[in-house]
């Protein structure tokens, strides 16, 4: 069993910025790609960003694309979600996962292709 423990949300303003972090319970974490979703009140839960755990290739969704920033540290099992120029419909429920074997772009893009979630955190951007 795998624990993800995200930390870092809050309240902030329009255009402010915050780091998500998200640290995994076993050092098998650089062998897989993680991802951070969000689900706002009453919508699905929605790709926000990968990183691959090999390469550390990256994608992300348009929404959010050039204002936030995945990165990870493999030595302290530990990834990361840079938030910049945040705006009030960025405000949600951010959940980090780790994704399934062989994962593929496509796949994490979608929450099918994870297998553990972390418990989430609050992101509330006020205008």
């Known amino acids: 069993q795998v624990q993800l423990v995200e930390s870092g949300g809050g309240l902030v303003q329009a255009g402010d910025s915050l780091r998500l972090s998200c640290t995994a319970s076993r050092r098998t974490f650089s062998n897989y790609a993680m991802g951070w979703f969000r689900q706002a009140p009453g919508k699905e839960r929605d790709f926000v960003a990968a990183i691959s755990g090999s390469s550390g290739s990256t994608s992300y969704a348009d929404s959010v694309k050039g204002r936030f920033t995945i990165s990870r540290d493999n030595a302290k099992i530990t990834v990361y979600l840079q938030m910049n120029s945040l705006k009030p419909e960025d405000t949600a429920v951010y959940y980090c996962?780790?994704?399934?074997?062989?994962?593929?772009?496509?796949?994490?893009?979608?929450?099918?292709?994870?297998?553990?979630w972390g418990q989430g955190t609050q992101v509330t951007v006020s205008s």
């Open positions: 996962a780790r994704g399934l074997p062989f994962s593929t772009s496509d796949s994490l893009q979608s929450p099918s292709g994870y297998a553990y």
